[in-house]
């Protein structure tokens, strides 16, 4: 049985989450609060000495790193499906991991972090974040005007990837409506057999969109 150490409202965790539920593998889930600290427990360092989640345990192989999971996940899980979710076909296997790499800087640095200065009280540069938010988004639009997916012909671990933290978006006053080839993408993609929602942290203040027409080119 497969154990997935993970927390609620943790973008990173629920992208793990989510393809397990599309893959429709069984797991446990073990809750790690890190408003608590439990990230720093012994027990849970034992599993990561980088202290975070998620953590996929199957076996005795551990597994850390968000988009890690998803590759390991793909290829051992992913089954007749497993080339469409992480391809093998070099050109494609590059465009995913390229996706990869974006969710892990540009949504990172800028959704991700406009959110944690937001809910948890970062000391991040709230306007670099929010700037680096809406350059991302225009990309991403851009990109996806005119294709379903981010990657390859089909849903991949690249839209996995990439979906948690713009879904998340509005927490840290990100506005993602203007942006219509992103928010279609985003509904394809919650239209999947199998698809999970994301469980949310519940009674969070209302944080104010920040117009994304103060930004625009």
């Known amino acids: 049985m497969i154990k997935l150490y993970t927390g609620l409202g943790s973008g990173n965790s629920y992208k793990a ?14 809750p790690v609060s890190i408003p608590k600290g439990e990230h720093l427990d012994p027990a849970f360092l034992r599993l990561t000495p980088f ?17 890690a999971i998803l590759c390991y996940l793909a290829r051992a899980y992913g089954g007749a499906m497993a080339n469409r979710w992480l391809p093998i076909e070099p050109g494609q296997i590059a465009a ?6 974006f969710a892990a800087n540009e949504i990172q640095n ?11 009280r970062w000391a991040v540069d709230y306007d670099r974040a929010v700037a680096s938010s809406y350059r991302s ?17 089909a849903a991949s671990i690249a839209d996995i990837a990439c979906y948690p933290y713009l879904l998340l978006a509005s927490e840290g006053g990100i506005d993602t409506t ?4 992103v928010t279609a993408w985003m509904r394809r993609l919650e239209s999947l057999p199998g698809f999970w929602p994301m469980p949310r942290i519940p009674n969070l203040p209302p944080v104010p969109l920040v117009p994304y027409e103060r930004l625009a080119d």
């Open 17 to 30: 989450e989510l393809l397990l539920h599309l893959l429709a593998v069984s797991y446990t889930p073990v």
């Open 51 to 67: 202290g975070q989640i998620p953590v996929l345990v199957d076996g005795d192989a551990v597994f850390t790193d968000s988009q």
């Open 96 to 101: 995913v991991m390229r996706w990869l790499s």
């Open 110 to 120: 800028g959704p991700t972090m406009a959110r944690a200065a937001k809910l948890l």
């Open 137 to 153: 988004l225009r990309l991403m639009d851009r990109h996806l005007a005119g294709r379903d997916w981010l990657a390859t012909g």
């Open 178 to 181: 203007p942006f219509s080839a």
